[in-house]
Nanobody, 122 residues
Framework: QVQLVESGGGLVQAGGSLRLSCAASGRTFSNYAMGWFRQAAGKEREFVAAIRRSGGSTYYADSVKGRFTISRDNAKNTVYLQMNSLKPEDTAVYFC???????????????WGQGTQVTVSS
């Protein structure tokens, strides 16, 4: 199994940047595709970004494309989400997830972190 712990969230003004980290423990981290999702208060959980096992292919939601970058360091068992040009609409709890398959669907992922709060003020 894989255990995931997110960090790096906080309060930032619109236009600012944050980098989220997801530290993984357990077996065979490099064999899992990784994804980031977010859930704003009163809204459904939505896809943000995903990355294949090797890190050679990425996929982004249209709402964050060009602003967010997902990456991974398999040697450190860590996946990152670099968030630039943040908007108030980005305010949400951000979750990382691990799964067998590269996907933008939450139900496709097997393991989830507990989430980290990102708040963007205008």
């Amino acid at each position: 199994q894989v255990q995931l712990v997110e960090s790096g969230g906080g309060l930032v003004q619109a236009g600012g940047s944050l980098r989220l980290s997801c530290a993984a423990s357990g077996r065979t981290f490099s064999n899992y595709a990784m994804g980031w999702f977010r859930q704003a208060a009163g809204k459904e959980r939505e896809f943000v970004a995903a990355i294949r096992r090797s890190g050679g292919s990425t996929y982004y939601a249209d709402s964050v494309k060009g602003r967010f970058t997902i990456s991974r360091d398999n040697a450190k068992n860590t996946v990152y989400l670099q968030m630039n040009s943040l908007k108030p609409e980005d305010t949400a709890v951000y979750f990382c997830a691990a799964g067998t398959y590269y996907s933008g669907i939450a139900g496709s992922y097997e393991y989830w972190g507990q989430g980290t709060q990102v708040t963007v003020s205008s």
